[in-house]
């Protein structure tokens, strides 16, 4: 409705100690409850006491929240909801993550949520009704404001399992929709949480003037923008930072928005209730990684001195059950990401063993990559082989040789793919790691590949790999010949 004004809070020290009417606080993209980067950043019980020093704030989450990562994995993010549910989060957007576990555990985190889903263009298709028990909109007095929301995604309906018991309808579509619903019902602010790239966030504010804030999420970076004087606020993911946003209404003239990011850190104080939860739940997780998942029949190798140089029964596992999962044509796993240095079997393998070998969280991702790259890849792949690098390729679908004393560059032989020479002008699926995805360990040729599956919508490597071995066991993977030197 452009009631609007926006102050960045550096800037106005003096309107900064006035009254606010409300105070909203923002954070999106939150997979773990517990302190990330080694402790020094994030953690739910450290966000709940910020969110305390605000009287009766207006609480918004913009989308992904059951998964990816090591709880979720066992707990299929119930604990993630109820965390929410004790930070009095009052509306959220679905993200794609949040159908990574199916529709049917859905629907049961929605029950289980104290707060509402906005679904606004993402819709049940046997109903027309927002998906999964969401709600397409909201109008709330907030200390006198009437807050009009909706939830808006991107057509990222590829990504989730929702298949086609969801219908996607165009985010601006459903938008103008939407606002002009809430504007007949007296808004006097319009709130678009939304689950999309900056890119689609932009368009939308172009083409919605009516919006007054877009809280948005997906990217997982702190991104603030005005575009045709509507705010787009994105805070990070992880907790790593929160936003609030001072809303100072003012009679007769357009309200004052103050926008501010607060990093959460060490230093900051944890609220005892929330970090009672949370605490819970890492002991529960604790006796839950000790379940064993199959046997092997033969050791498997995660020596740092074999992954680094050499074929790995073990990255022929790790291979192997990323390409069952995402049906590709080679699979690429970087040597440095295999890690613990360490034998495991014959014997029963637990969930702490493949979360110990995959410890970095890392999702998988699959990508069109031409021929002529894929050979790139692998001369990056083994062109610091003496020097034990973490960019050494252990691979499935495929087989190569390599010779370490020729020049870096030029030590790739004999590819086969499928057991066919591979074609440089011929176009691969290959699967990876959304770290070798992103140009990581050199992998720079992979980082504006075409994505089937993107980094947004992959699941945890580790949990591929467990979900392989449980399917399969007793395992008893072989080095075979995929990797061969002179």
Do not use: C
């Not at 939150?30 to 966000?47: L, M, N, S, T």
């Not at 509507?230 to 929160?242: E, M, Q």
């Not at 790790?318 to 970087?334: E, M, P, R």
Request: zero cysteines; hydrophobic letters at 45%; proline letters at 5%.
């Amino acid at each position: 409705m452009k009631k609007l004004v926006v102050f960045f809070a550096a800037l106005l020290l003096s309107i900064s100690l006035a009254q606010a009417d409300f105070t909203i606080v923002h954070f999106n993209d939150v997979y773990e409850i517990e302190p990330v980067d080694g402790g020094a950043r994030g953690g739910a019980a450290r966000v709940a006491a910020l969110i305390n020093q605000y009287d009766n704030p207006l609480v918004l989450f913009s989308g992904d929240l059951f998964s990816p990562s090591i709880m979720s994995g066992i707990f299929q993010g119930s604990q993630m909801v109820d965390v929410f549910n004790h930070l009095g989060v009052d509306y959220a957007v679905f993200g794609n993550h949040e159908f990574d576990f199916g529709p049917e555990v859905t629907l049961q985190r929605v029950s289980e949520s104290n707060f509402p889903w906005l679904s606004t263009n993402f819709l049940d298709t046997a109903s027309g009704q927002p998906f999964a028990n969401g709600i397409s909109e909201a109008l709330v007095d907030w200390n006198g404001v009437k807050v009009g929301l909706m939830g808006l995604i991107e057509d990222w309906q590829d990504l989730t399992s929702a298949g086609d018991s969801a219908t996607y309808v165009d985010f601006v579509e459903a938008a103008r929709a939407s606002a002009q619903s809430l504007e007949a019902q007296g808004a006097d602010m319009l709130i678009a949480l939304t689950h999309m790239e900056m890119r689609n966030d932009r368009v939308l504010a172009e083409q919605v003037p009516e919006l007054d804030l877009i809280l948005g999420g997906h990217d997982h970076e702190f991104m603030q923008e005005v575009v045709n004087g509507t705010l787009i606020w994105k805070t990070g993911s992880d907790f790593r930072t929160v936003g609030t946003l001072k809303v100072i209404t003012i009679p007769g003239q357009k309200a004052i928005v103050i926008p501010q990011n607060h990093n959460i850190t060490a230093d900051m104080p944890e609220d005892p209730a929330v970090a009672e939860v949370v605490a819970g739940y890492t002991a529960a997780l604790d006796a839950e990684l000790n379940q064993p998942i199959g046997e092997t029949l033969v050791a498997l190798d995660a020596q740092r001195a074999t992954v680094r140089t050499q074929e790995s029964n073990f990255g022929n596992l790790i291979a192997d059950a990323s390409l069952a999962f995402t049906g590709a044509d080679v699979a690429i796993v970087n040597g440095g990401g295999i890690r613990t240095d360490a034998l495991y079997g014959p014997g029963v393998l637990t969930r702490r063993d493949i979360f110990a070998v995959l410890p970095f969280g890392n999702v998988v991702i699959s990508l069109e990559v031409s021929g002529s790259d894929l050979l790139a890849a692998l001369e990056n792949g083994v062109s610091s082989v003496e020097a034990g690098a973490g960019r050494f390729p252990q691979v499935g679908g495929m087989s190569f040789s390599y010779n370490p004393g020729a020049a870096a560059g030029s030590r790739i032989t004999n590819v086969t793919i499928g057991g066919s020479p591979l074609d440089p002008n011929a176009t691969y699926v290959v699967t990876t790691n959304d770290f070798v995805g992103s140009g990581g360990d050199g992998y720079a040729m992979f980082t504006d590949a075409p994505r089937i599956l993107s980094e947004a919508g992959g699941p945890l490597l580790a949990e591929v790999v467990i979900n392989y071995i449980s399917a399969n066991a007793p395992i008893s993977p072989e080095v075979e010949g995929r990797i061969n030197t002179p």
